[in-house]
């Protein structure tokens, strides 16, 4: 029988072995040549941990990374705050109206960053249109430059963001079954009380894994800070970028991108851990 | 109730000009009269249209990505699709190793990965940059593929294949008249989505640049950086317009909400 299904299945290991062996080739010994760089000396060739050391030392490598973690922390809780709202407008759409609502949301994540980033640096200038809205609302009362700020990366990071959460976060607000509010309703509860009280506890979870998602993503996004920090805001990739492009010291580099490495590990493994002991309560 | 409608209409819609407020500003700038892009623009001009149609370095850079994206997508819609079938027929631990593995490129950092690939393969002068470009980007398309073709695959039904294995058709036969038209669309949409990963990708391409394969995104990145000129909002609001309609389109098709589970 066991023989019989063998010969039954056009499956066989070489579905396996070949993309593993070029994946290998190409991805998994580059990674692996990049830990062992960063562990070993330029000259001697030797193990050594002076490139880690050098990080952990300087108080600048150190105010470089936690500025990555709160600039990307920072765009999360924007992310949250405009992209729930959204997603519970779209979840509650049918048709085409529905249609036309997801096609602008992801319309951003569609068109090639570069092009995204280059809006934002005509947006961010002195002159620039966010300067005049922020005058406008007497938030600034002098014309200011948010190129290479970092409010400017954060406008960045929060515009690559934000299509995620919301799409994310439409099944979960979906899923929400509608009798649960409406017997909120029918006992007395207004909008607010259902709302904090009955929808967003349900979607909690949901909301974490979307967070915990554009945080990963944020913490390792490029092209934002290359274009909006304008060599200014100095965050883990922009740096790396620095120290293999330009400074040519490709051992630190290494240990820089194996921090960030670990970094976006950590978050990763985090929000699958959350997600499984939200998943076991339920 | 009402209120809060009226107030959440609002909101919603401030949320929406946030997002599309970019893309605006680099339609509205490319008619500008001046020779920097900035918003808010003065005068109505087509002259940075006529002036983009004439420039060949950039048609030249689009034909460059579309050479790279062809060809790196074949490759890993092909190795996608077999490792998805090999994860739909087969159990156990190894498999979950496996899955790990091939998944990895969406959790690692694309810039670790450009420095990762640099350092091993800087040396390697006898690969073409072109072909460094495609297996490179073949690696970070892999998974949205194994994405698309999984899904798919986990709503078929099994007893299609055995249907037709019954009937007397060769497991090869089953594959490629059974079980691949059923997938069809999980295949079509791991493909789109690969491709526009592959042809928007600038991260990598910063640390490869090379002056043989300038791709689009670099092209578009060097000429903001040097000039600003409001050429460059003349080629991306056309690109904008092109994304819009290919969106739709998949929208319309397959759904957009399906992709981003």
């Known amino acids: 029988m066991k023989q019989k299904e063998k010969k039954w299945t056009y499956v066989n290991k070489w579905y396996i072995i070949l993309p593993l062996a070029f994946l290998m080739v190409i991805y998994l010994i580059p990674l692996g040549r990049m830990l062992w760089l960063s562990i070993c000396d330029k000259e001697t060739g030797e193990y050594t941990a002076e490139y880690f050391m050098a990080f952990f030392k300087d108080g600048y490598y150190i105010g470089v990374l936690s500025r990555t973690l709160i600039l990307s922390l920072w765009s999360v809780v924007f992310c949250i705050i405009m992209g729930y709202p959204v997603a519970y407008k779209v979840a509650h759409m049918k048709g085409w109206k ?61 515009h690559c963001g934000l299509p ?8 979960p607000i979906e ?27 349900l979607t909690s979870p949901g909301i974490v894994s979307g967070a915990l998602l554009v945080f990963a993503l944020n913490t390792a996004a490029f092209m934002v800070p290359v274009m909006l920090g304008g060599g200014k805001v100095m965050v883990m990739t922009n740096m790396i970028y620095q120290q293999t492009m330009f400074i040519f010291d490709w ?32 | ?57 950039f048609f030249e850079s689009v034909f460059i990505s579309l ?63 072109y072909w460094k470009l495609v297996l490179s980007y073949c690696a970070i398309q892999i998974p949205y593929v194994i994405r698309s073709v999984t899904a798919a695959l986990y709503g078929l039904d099994v007893s299609f294949e055995e249907a037709s294995l019954v009937l007397g058709a060769r497991p090869m036969k089953t594959l490629y008249k059974v079980t691949l038209p059923c ?20 991260v990598i391409i910063m640390f490869l640049r090379n002056a043989s394969t300038v791709t689009y995104p670099l092209r578009l990145y060097t000429h903001i950086t040097e000039q600003f000129s409001p050429m460059v909002s003349a080629f991306s609001a056309v690109f904008i317009l092109i994304s819009f309609v290919v969106i739709y389109v998949i929208e319309r098709i397959f759904g957009l909400s399906n992709m981003y589970q």
């Open chain 2, 183 to 202: 997938i069809k669309r999980g295949i079509i949409s791991g493909i789109i989505f690969a491709f526009v990963v592959s042809f928007d990708e600038a």
């Open chain 1, 251 to 282: 051992n630190f580099a290494a240990a820089l991108s194996v921090v960030l490495l670990f970094v976006s590990m950590f978050i990763v493994t985090l929000s699958s851990f959350l997600s499984n002991k939200m998943r076991i309560q339920e």
């Open chain 1, 164 to 171: 995620y959460f919301a799409m994310i976060m439409i099944s």
């Open chain 2, 67 to 129: 050479k790279i994206a062809v060809v790196s997508t074949l490759i890993s819609a092909v190795l996608g699709t077999m490792v998805s079938l090999y994860f739909w027929k087969t159990k156990g631990r190894l498999k979950e190793i496996f899955e790990l593995v091939f998944m990895a490129p969406m959790v690692v950092p694309t810039v670790v990965y450009a420095v990762a690939f640099l350092l091993a393969f800087s040396s390697w002068k006898f690969v073409v940059p």
């Open chain 1, 98 to 158: 529905r249609s036309i609502a997801t096609t602008f949301l992801v319309l951003p994540l569609w068109v090639s960053i570069t092009i995204r980033m280059f809006g934002w640096m005509a947006i961010l200038p002195k002159s620039g249109v966010f300067s005049i809205i922020l005058q406008a609302l007497h938030i600034i009362s002098e014309p200011q430059n948010f190129l290479g700020s970092n409010v400017g990366v954060i406008m960045g990071l929060i």
């Open chain 2, 1 to 57: 109730m009402r209120k809060y409608k009226v107030a959440g209409t609002i909101f919603n819609s401030v949320v929406y000009l946030f997002l599309l407020l970019p893309l605006i500003v680099v339609i509205i700038t490319s008619f500008g009269e001046g020779n920097r892009a900035v918003f808010p623009t003065h005068g109505f001009t087509l002259k940075w249209y006529s002036e983009a149609l004439h420039n060949v370095d």
């Open chain 1, 175 to 201: 899923n929400v079954d509608p009798y649960v509010e409406e017997a909120s309703y029918v006992f007395g509860a207004g909008f607010v009380k259902t709302f904090f009280k009955v929808t967003l506890p």
